[in-house]
């Protein structure tokens, strides 16, 4: 096992990187992960508190805290007690924004990783038939996956009220941070390494102009906010049609026309973007709860000629490679100043999150959202609060929320680099890039015009003679 002592368990490389950002910035909300549901119907506080302590007897990673040690930096697991649910009675609040504000406020609380802990709970309650679930967590011990099987194991230990038992996890956190030591102690790392320095040779991290200049006080980015936009309902069967018809998948004709627009924007020809993919690798690895995430680094390179559909096969072709070398951490990119370099791997990422079947709870309360209502789970009626988080962690971050029905681009950015109008501005000309994909795949990427006529008359007005 992974383990120095009694209790202490080692530190995957990720969480070695999170700890160090964390020290960087201990006061910010960046890397805190948030899940909630609108609950509507009577609902039982001790109960809950029962399902809640269910869930985290099972996964030990949630009662954890962090020290540093002559050994290393240490994940230490404390007892169940260790997480509470807190309840705060709201009444009125029962406007979405109100909601929102909320639920952000409770998860923007910073942790105390050495003290409180990583994860705490949230029982918002506006009327005795109106309430919200909010679990907060830390992205140490956390992602996006695990946040939503988190909710869903709390929602389906609140039904069962202890009458059966989840089946017991075949693997917890731990091994997948001995598989990681085994990795990199062995052979193959030197292979992987080579791999990944053939890979994105040549090529450099993608960067926006910004509108202000790049801090030197620390590498991190920590202050962020979000745009997001619903892409227009009559382009998704168009997006699917093109992508079959080019022979790659939706998510790589998402990300060459994303790559497209970032060298629209740079006239770069090779950059580098992140995609944050998910480590769950191995049987019953999917139940596991934990920092499960490895940021693959994708070369884009374009020529004069690049088409749409070029550039969505070159988008493939580097993800597949990619995957077939995911076991080495992200962290380890940027060689031995890895967790204070200021030349990271990259400075944006794109991702997608598409719930399946083995996900239900997402599943039902994203497609529910999609159209506005309400879906039932486990007995009880609930709806998505969709609150914005993980803001800051790079320049920009795209993750692109998949429904049956639905597809939403949201632009995470670093508020000390970029405006508001900056960023709406490239997600108005993300949509614009698409539709001209799915009009003429063949067409060279460098075509369609990013500015409109309002744009353009403003330029014109900004080199008038009468402004001298």
């Known amino acids: 096992m992974a383990e120095t002592g009694p209790g202490a368990r080692a530190l995957s490389v990720g969480q070695e990187a999170l700890w160090f950002l964390y020290w960087m910035a201990p006061e910010s909300p960046a890397y805190n992960v948030q899940a909630a549901l609108r609950i509507r119907g009577p609902l039982d506080e001790d109960r809950v508190r029962r399902a ?31 997480v509470t649910l807190r309840v705060r009675e709201a009444p009125g609040v029962t406007e979405d924004s109100r909601i929102v504000k909320a639920v952000r406020e409770f998860g923007d609380t910073p942790f105390d990783l050495t003290g409180e802990g990583t994860c705490r709970a949230l029982l918002l309650r506006s009327a005795p038939d109106d309430a919200v679930l909010v679990v907060s967590t830390h992205h140490i011990v956390t992602d996006a996956t695990s946040q939503w099987l988190l909710l869903q194991e709390l929602l389906d230990a609140y039904a069962a009220d202890g009458a059966t038992s989840p089946a017991p996890l075949k693997r917890g956190y731990d091994d997948y941070v001995t598989q990681e030591q085994e990795l990199l102690a062995g052979p193959r790392r030197e292979r992987l390494q080579e791999f990944w320095r053939e890979f994105t040779e040549g090529a450099v991290a993608a960067e926006l102009l910004p509108d202000r200049p790049r801090g030197e006080d620390r590498p991190g980015v920590f202050n962020g906010a979000t745009c997001e936009l619903r892409i227009p309902d009559a382009l998704l069967p168009q997006l699917r049609e093109t992508a079959r018809r080019s022979g790659v ?8 026309v994303f790559q497209t627009l970032v060298h629209r924007y740079t006239g770069r020809t090779d950059f580098l973007i992140g995609c944050p993919t998910t480590a769950r690798s191995g049987p019953g690895m999917r139940q596991v709860v934990g920092y499960l995430v490895n940021t693959l680094v994708l070369p884009a390179r374009f020529t004069a000629t690049t088409t749409f559909e070029e550039a969505a096969g070159q988008a493939q072709r580097q993800v597949m490679s990619a995957m077939k070398h995911i076991g080495y951490p992200y962290a380890l990119l940027a060689g031995e100043d890895r967790y204070g370099s200021r030349n ?13 079947r083995l996900e239900p709870l997402l599943q039902k309360v994203t497609e529910a959202a999609a159209h506005g209502t309400r879906t039932e789970y486990g007995g009880l009626s609930v709806e998505l609060v969709d609150v914005p988080q993980l803001e800051g962690q790079f320049d920009i971050s795209v993750e692109m929320r998949q429904s049956a029905s639905s597809l939403t681009a949201v632009f995470r950015y670093a508020t000390d680099l970029f405006d508001e109008g900056t960023v709406r501005r490239l997600l108005d000309h993300y949509v614009h890039l698409l539709t001209a994909a799915v009009a003429d795949p063949g067409a060279p990427v460098s075509q369609p015009t990013l500015i409109d006529t309002g744009e353009l008359d403003a330029l014109l007005a900004l080199g008038a003679a009468d402004d001298w």
Do not use: I, N
């Not at 990271?344 to 399946?356: D, G, L």
């Open 344 to 356: 990271p791997p990259v400075r944006m990422a794109f991702t997608m999150v598409a719930p399946s």
């Open 52 to 82: 809640l302590r269910t869930v985290v007897e099972r996964h030990d990673v949630l009662r954890s805290t962090f020290a540093d040690t002559p050994a290393g930096p240490r994940r230490l697991v404390g007892a169940p007690e260790s």
């Open 249 to 256: 998948t939706g998510f790589a004709l998402l990300l060459g």
